[in-house]
């Protein structure tokens, strides 16, 4: 049964009568409701901008009926983005200009859950609520979670409640200003779900603005289109964008229609959920309320989440924050309805612009910007951003600090893959392989490619000079080679031993020098000796014209080389020595980059490496090489990573290579080895390890070995038998355990089967 009784032709009162069965309670309230924010004496009078409460049924309290009781509200902006991030608005305390609060509700219950309060009307401490109002929006804001009735939208804040409010609902602009001044310094933010139509003397506001309070004030229920005072009062310059203006929109995001409009303060308005709002009231009771007051504390809540996670948060950042995160509604952009949008709890806990970060010399980088690519012998690094040991913050536009997953700016070494098992052969094709009238032998290796003119033509693709290696015999001894596009590991290494053209070791891919990888496709030149049965090979390696030719790109990896190497033939077998120097320019061991977790801008690697061959019988010989590499430390610029050790590689591989095992002229190789891997190295990472309560920045020194957990183990079996016609068939089987040395990534297995033929 519903009583109304009119008052000045302003007001209402609503009457609900209650009815209790079981464990079901229909709630008794008394709500003033305002048709209009002014109230009847004069212009000078401020009431709260509410309308009539309606009875809310609440069943036994049981954590599902609490979800579903706040749900409307809560799914709507978002907020559980914050509480799965433990963002409860723990530690802020958000001031209620208001009715006062009704204490002894179970959802205020707690130490520290309501602050010593104030009534402006007497100075006291008295701030009972009678009205029901300030109790609602105090539910609203900072209800206890405790799996009952309802929870707030900051529900761990801690409330200072200020009667400005009398019980019959009325004010005035000394009784608010009383107790607005209160407030300051004791509140971070102030709801202000009350209003007036008219302008009035803004002074205490002025002061809680230079005060640094953020000030968030109900728009009004009259209709207009315009906001109600002080909620229009976020539109002056003193203002200083402290000032949220909160409309109401309805369950399908539509603009209450008691609610005032944005009008000339749409660029400081925001609306929120404020149509049948349920939460706490008079007596232990719960209803539902409508009005601009129950989308305000709405806004209050977001913001109280915004200053727990970043207490430094002025109180312009955390509106503006607020503003540029919300929900587009009404029409695109700022609008004169809906201003700036609906409250958005998960975009504003999220980055706004760049993330940035500081280096140990200051340098200010952009964490996002560039990329770190991960060699085989790096992917330690890969291993401890995916631990998650890597704690890298960045900083957005309103130096707000963000933890973020560094593997977002590593690339993982390749899986398997046919250049993998061919290099880049199977894109190529032997159209030539010479001996010439002086003894000089030329290979030439020719790609498919068609002309970039002919790119969106349908014309064939054309072959080209993907590769050369010439080998120039002198009649002293001597003997000169040059060659490109990776062909050196034909020239050194096993393919140099005296042995090696017998057995065909240069077709054997395990066993190429493990360090040439960090010369992709590099040209060679070479000076080899032979002397009483030693061979002594002089030679200098550069990476590829596709690394080179990029200009003068910092992040473009390159290197260089020089090589040593010292050959010895027996009577069945045959050994190498070789010492080479690599010098890489934007690389570290076969890892390059340009982002925050760069290694290093230039490398120097010093390698040995043993290599060998035994004849087992007249076509069956079992090869092997061991390398071992040492690159010293350096220092790093410019980067999260302040410097690395010195780091020690190595590298080894056993094969027994056979040929006419089944038919005439056919290869096979079988190889076990393992490819480069770290086994001893540190990094050493200076960060930024996040922001403190008065923001500023706090560093962490952190050192980790570079020494991976797995360990490749590859195994290969490789088969080549001649056809006619110059045609071969191949096939290769290859196993990769722990591919890369990295432990999570399981075992890799590829077999191909390759056709070739000369034209």
């Not at 079901?24 to 048709?35: H, I, K, N, Q, Y």
């Not at 400005?164 to 001044?181: E, F, H």
């Not at 230039?602 to 490496?609: E, M």
Request: glycine residues 10%; neutral net charge.
């Amino acid at each position: 049964m519903e009583i109304i009784v009119r008052v000045c032709g302003k007001y209402q009162m609503n009457f609900f009568f209650s009815i209790r069965h079981r464990k079901m309670a229909f709630a008794v309230t008394a709500a003033l409701a305002a048709l209009t924010d002014i109230a009847c004496a004069d212009d000078n009078n401020v009431s709260a901008p509410i309308q009539a409460a309606q009875t809310y049924v609440q069943a036994s309290g049981t954590v599902d009926m609490e979800r579903n009781n706040t749900a409307a509200v809560l799914v709507r902006i978002n907020a559980n983005y914050a509480y799965g991030k433990n963002i409860t608005g723990k530690g802020v305390t958000i001031a209620m200009m208001d009715s006062g609060i009704s204490a002894t509700h179970r959802e205020f219950a707690g130490a520290g859950k309501i602050a010593t309060g104030f009534n402006a009307f007497n100075g006291t401490n008295d701030v009972t609520d009678l009205l029901g109002h300030g109790t609602h929006v105090a539910g609203i804001l900072a209800a206890n979670r405790d799996g009952k009735g309802i929870f707030g939208v900051a529900y761990d804040a801690t409330l200072l409640p200020v009667k400005v409010l009398s019980d019959t609902g009325k004010s005035s602009i000394s009784v608010l200003d009383a107790g607005l001044r209160y407030a300051i310094g004791k509140a971070a933010i102030v709801n202000m779900s009350l209003g007036t139509d008219v302008a009035y003397n803004p002074g205490a506001l002025r002061q809680a603005v230079q005060a640094g309070m953020l000030i968030v004030a109900a728009a009004g229920n009259g209709g207009g289109a315009n906001p109600g005072w002080p909620a229009r009062f976020a539109k002056e310059s003193w203002a200083n964008n402290q000032i949220i203006a909160v409309g109401a929109v309805d369950a399908s995001n539509r603009i209450a229609s008691f609610s005032n409009r944005a009008g000339d303060t749409a660029a400081w308005f925001l609306v929120a959920p404020g149509v049948n709002i349920p939460s706490s009231y008079l007596n232990g009771q719960y209803v539902y309320m409508s009005g601009t007051s129950m989308a305000t504390p709405v806004v209050s809540g977001a913001a109280a989440l915004l200053k727990q996670m970043w207490p430094a948060l002025r109180a312009e950042q955390i509106a503006n924050i607020l503003f540029v995160t919300a929900t587009d509604l009404g029409a695109p952009g700022i609008d004169p309805v809906y201003g700036r949008g609906l409250v958005n709890v998960e975009k504003a806990l999220q980055p706004i612009g760049s993330l940035t970060t500081t280096t140990f010399n200051g340098k200010t980088i952009n964490v996002l910007a560039g990329s770190t690519q991960v060699s085989s012998a790096t992917t330690r690094l890969w291993s401890l951003a995916a631990s998650g040991q890597l704690q890298v913050v960045g900083l957005d536009d309103y130096r707000r600090d963000f933890k973020l997953d560094p593997r977002a700016t590593l690339i993982q070494p390749p899986g398997l893959s046919l250049d993998q098992v061919f290099g880049s052969m199977e894109r190529r094709f032997e159209a030539a392989n010479r001996v010439l009238p002086n003894g000089s032998k030329f290979v030439a290796l020719y790609e498919w490619h068609r002309p970039l003119a002919d790119n969106m033509g349908t014309s064939e693709a054309k072959p080209r000079l993907a590769a050369f290696s010439m080998t120039s015999s002198q009649a002293d001894d001597d003997e000169f080679a040059v060659g490109s596009g990776g062909m050196a590991g034909h020239y050194f290494g096993a393919s140099g031993l005296p042995l090696a053209e017998h057995l065909q070791l240069d077709n054997v891919t395990a066993l190429a020098h493990p360090y040439f990888s960090l010369l992709p496709g590099a040209t060679h030149a070479a000076w080899t000796r032979h002397i009483d049965g030693m061979t002594l090979r002089f030679g200098m390696l550069a990476s590829g014209p596709g690394a080179t030719l990029v200009a003068q790109d910092e992040h473009v990896p390159r290197a260089r080389s020089v090589l040593f190497e010292a050959a010895k033939s027996f009577s069945q077998a045959a050994l190498s020595l070789s010492l080479t120097r690599i010098d890489e320019m934007n690389g570290f061991l076969g890892a390059y980059s340009g982002g925050p977790l760069a290694l290093t801008a230039d490398a120097s690697t010093h390698a040995l490496q043993a290599t060998g061959a035994v004849l087992l019988a007249p076509k069956l010989a079992l090869a092997g090489q061991a390398a071992y590499a040492v690159t010293p430390g350096s220092l790093v610029n410019n980067s999260l990573i302040t410097e690395v050790t010195k780091t020690r590689t190595n590298a080894f591989t056993l094969a027994l290579v056979a040929s006419d095992r089944f038919r005439t002229n056919d290869r096979l190789s079988i190889a076990l080895s393992q490819p480069m891997r770290t086994y001893a190295g540190q990094i050493a990472m200076d960060m930024l390890a996040g922001l403190d309560a008065d923001g500023k920045e706090q560093r962490e020194r952190m050192q980790f070995s570079m020494v991976p957990l797995g360990r490749e183990l590859r195994a290969e079996v490789n088969y080549l038998l001649p056809l006619r016609d110059a045609a071969s068939i191949g096939t290769t089987l290859m196993l990769r355990h722990e591919p890369n040395n990295m432990i999570e990534v399981p075992m890799e297995k590829l077999l191909a089967l390759r056709y070739t033929k000369q034209f």
